[in-house]
């Protein structure tokens, strides 16, 4: 008899109430209610960190115009493969906004700048054994504007090789650098370099399939740095309007 009692206090002791089945309960909705919430509080902290990341590119590109004989810098150097590399820009503007190198095979974009915080690294990553890129770690998930700012420096059509400042004639107008297009699963075979450009929507179809890669990193926007110096958060169509 007295096993029989210990064993049903055991079982009474080991069983929820209603109170508490009713306390798990509420615990459940609000967690169901706050985690939505807390995600998008964490996407807009990365989307203010990238505001704060394209500031100090453009920056970097006006202070080495300035020592640079008014000369923008160029998107890629050509590595005398089938593509270009599109990490020059991050070479030569390096000594103003992280650290100096000289080298477009050793950079990497690991805590600089050069890195937004909700690019997918992770996929592009993954796709470069299919690319002829040779350092993909270059890439951060930032672009510059090549086909009005200049491609490789002695590129055979004039008009993309490397500007100068004076040359543009609306710099407020003119988008400098600004989040690049992220890949998509079906990018298999799909070239690296694509992926570090900041394009106008008519300057991508030839490139990638512009039904498929939007500029939508954060949101249905993006982040978008001017040749004036200011950086705007706003839509693709709404950055090359004008």
């Known amino acids: ?7 049903l206090a055991i079982s009474r002791g080991n069983a929820f109430t209603l109170i508490e089945l009713l306390v798990i309960a ?3 909705i609000l967690a169901a209610l ?8 964490k996407e807009r902290a990365k989307t203010v960190a990238c505001v704060s990341n394209e500031k100090q590119i453009i920056e970097g590109y006006l202070m080495y115009s300035d020592d640079h004989d008014g000369n923008l810098p160029i998107a890629a150097i050509n590595t005398g493969g089938i593509t270009a590399l599109p990490t020059e820009w991050e070479v ?4 103003y906004v992280a650290k100096a190198t000289t080298n477009n095979f050793d ?3 690991l805590h600089t ?7 997918n690294l992770k996929l592009l990553y993954q796709l470069a054994n299919a690319s002829h890129d040779t350092n993909v770690l270059a890439f951060g998930g930032y672009g510059h504007n090549f086909p009005y700012l200049g491609y490789t420096e002695n590129y ?3 008009q993309y090789r490397r500007q100068k400042l004076a040359a543009v004639r609306r710099p407020s107008f ?3 650098n600004s989040d690049a297009l992220d890949p998509t699963p079906a990018d298999g075979g799909a070239t690296l370099e694509y992926f570090g450009y900041s394009y106008a929507p008519s300057k991508i179809d030839s490139h990638l399939p512009v039904a498929t890669h939007t500029y939508t990193r954060h949101g249905t926007r993006d982040n978008y740095a001017w040749g004036d110096g200011h950086v705007a958060f706003m839509s693709w169509q709404q950055a090359f309007a004008g």
């Open 1 to 7: 008899m007295r096993k029989w009692k210990v064993g």
């Open 26 to 28: 509420i615990i459940a």
């Open 34 to 41: 706050l985690l939505p919430a807390l995600a998008a509080a």
């Open 92 to 95: 030569e503007i390096s000594p």
């Open 107 to 109: 950079i990497t974009t």
């Open 113 to 119: 700048v050069f890195r937004c915080p909700s690019a």
């Open 156 to 158: 055979f059509i004039q």
């Open 174 to 176: 003119t988008v400098f």
